[in-house]
């Protein structure tokens, strides 16, 4: 029988984490919310090591919310790391699959088009997965998946009286994979919206420092 190390058994199979604190560490350290984005991104890059180094299968970033406001610093920094991402030989190597989850869609057809081919020339990967939330919001995501089922029903395939938890997952953004174990909130506010239904068994840790200040350590002492 397959015995598994304590540490083996303790990691978790999906880590979640928000990039929040911009705004903050650009007024602290007398820097532009340019240079701040830009820190953010080059950071997230580095940091996706992390999860072949510590062979994590699944992997979320928090990138866009929903109502965030459109600030063009922000949309071409995201579109800069995209691009890098698209580019480099980090997703053939190490057989990484890219899902975007959101109404990432809605964004300029030029970073749409780019998400799409992340999207498709990875998608016959399955070693780890990387997952980006991107003009997304938990909310909204329990309210379309209520939506796909209240249509199911009204079409006469399923009974109302019939509707669980495993339907509800079954029809999220994010029914194709398993619900974060952990969620790391940087950013000093103590909430998130971040995979909202997936998170009702997650262990959330605050940082409370921003993204920009995060550091593998902070990252090993969560998982730890």
């Given at each position: 029988?397959?015995?598994?190390?304590?540490?083996?058994?303790?990691?978790?199979?999906?880590?979640?984490?928000?990039?929040?604190?911009?705004?903050?560490?650009?007024?602290?350290?007398?820097?532009?919310?340019?240079?701040?984005?830009?820190?953010?991104?080059?950071?997230?890059?580095d940091?996706?090591?992390?999860?072949?180094?510590?062979?994590?299968?699944?992997?979320?970033f928090?990138?866009?919310?929903?109502?965030?406001?459109?600030?063009?610093?922000?949309?071409?920094?995201?579109?800069?790391?995209?691009?890098?991402?698209?580019?480099?030989?980090?997703?053939?190597?190490?057989?990484?699959?890219?899902?975007?989850?959101?109404?990432?869609?809605?964004?300029?057809?030029?970073?749409?088009?780019?998400?799409k081919?992340?999207?498709?020339?990875?998608?016959?990967?399955?070693?780890?997965?990387?997952n980006?939330?991107?003009?997304?919001?938990?909310?909204?995501?329990?309210?379309?998946?209520?939506?796909?089922?209240a249509?199911?029903?009204?079409?006469?395939?399923?009974?109302?009286?019939?509707?669980?938890?495993?339907?509800?997952?079954?029809?999220?953004?994010?029914?194709?994979?398993?619900?974060?174990?952990?969620?790391?909130?940087?950013?000093?506010?103590?909430?998130?919206?971040?995979?909202?239904?997936?998170?009702?068994?997650?262990?959330?840790?605050?940082?409370?420092?921003?993204?920009?200040?995060?550091?593998?350590?902070?990252?090993?002492?969560?998982?730890?």
């Open positions: 029988m397959l015995r598994l190390k304590k540490t083996e058994l303790e990691k978790p199979l999906h880590v979640a984490l928000t990039l929040d604190g911009s705004k903050k560490w650009a007024e602290s350290n007398k820097k532009s919310l340019q240079e701040s984005f830009r820190l953010k991104f080059d950071k997230l890059f940091f996706l090591q992390v999860q072949i180094e510590q062979e994590i299968p699944i992997m979320t928090y990138l866009l919310t929903k109502n965030q406001d459109y600030i063009q610093e922000y949309i071409d920094e995201m579109k800069r790391f995209l691009e890098k991402l698209k580019n480099s030989e980090y997703l053939n190597k190490h057989h990484i699959k890219v899902s975007v989850v959101g109404k990432w869609y809605h964004l300029p057809a030029d970073i749409v088009e780019l998400i081919q992340l999207i498709d020339e990875t998608k016959e990967y399955d070693t780890y997965f990387l980006f939330c991107i003009k997304y919001n938990g909310q909204e995501e329990i309210v379309d998946a209520c939506k796909l089922l249509r199911q029903v009204q079409a006469g395939k399923i009974e109302i009286d019939l509707i669980n938890e495993a339907m509800i997952k079954e029809n999220i953004y994010t029914s194709y994979f398993l619900p974060p174990k952990l969620i790391i909130k940087t950013g000093s506010p103590k909430n998130t919206s971040l995979l909202l239904w997936d998170s009702v068994y997650a262990k959330t840790v605050y940082t409370n420092k921003p993204w920009q200040d995060f550091t593998k350590k902070d990252f090993m002492k969560a998982i730890g």
